[in-house]
C-alpha cells in the first residue's frame, strides 16, 4: 500500500515562502508519477504541479513562476518550493501519486496524502 506523508505546511504572510515535502513509502512499481492538489474552502481540488519520470515539470497557471516541483528519488520524497506566497493560495495542499502518468494527468490519482494546510495572510 502506498503511503504519502506531506509535512512543511503553515501561516505566512503574503510574500512569503513555504516548502512542503511528500514523502512516498509503501509501493512496488517500477516507477511512479507525482503530483501536488490543493482544496481552498469552499472550492473544488485543483491540480498544481506535477513531474514526470524524465524530471519534466507542469504548472497551473495560478502558480507557475512562483512555485517549483521536484524530487528527490532516492529518498522517495516530492517537493514543492512555494515563493511569492498570495492570499488566493491559501488551501490544504495534497501530495498524490499514481503509477500511470496519463491518469496523473487526468487529475485523479489513485494515492493520496493526508494533506498540509497552507495559510497565507494580507
Known amino acids: 500500500q502506498v503511503q504519502l506523508v506531506e509535512s512543511g505546511g503553515g501561516s505566512v504572510q503574503a510574500g512569503g515562502s513555504l516548502r512542503l515535502s511528500c514523502a512516498a513509502s509503501?509501493?512496488?512499481?517500477?516507477?511512479?508519477?507525482m503530483g501536488w492538489f490543493r482544496q481552498a474552502p469552499g472550492r473544488e481540488r485543483e491540480w498544481v504541479a506535477r513531474?514526470?519520470?524524465?524530471?519534466?515539470?507542469s504548472y497551473a497557471d495560478s502558480v507557475k513562476g512562483r512555485f517549483t516541483v521536484s524530487k528527490d528519488n532516492a529518498k522517495n520524497t516530492l517537493y514543492l518550493q512555494m515563493n511569492s506566497l498570495k492570499p488566493e493560495d491559501t488551501a490544504m495542499y495534497y501530495c498524490?501519486?499514481?503509477?500511470?502518468?496519463?491518469?496523473?494527468?487526468?487529475?485523479?490519482?489513485?494515492?493520496w496524502g493526508q494533506g498540509t494546510q497552507v495559510t497565507v495572510s494580507s
Open positions: 498524490a501519486a499514481e503509477p500511470s502518468w496519463i491518469t496523473l494527468r487526468s487529475g485523479y490519482p489513485t494515492y
Open positions: 509503501g509501493y512496488t512499481y517500477s516507477s511512479i508519477y
Open positions: 513531474i514526470a519520470s524524465d524530471g519534466t515539470t
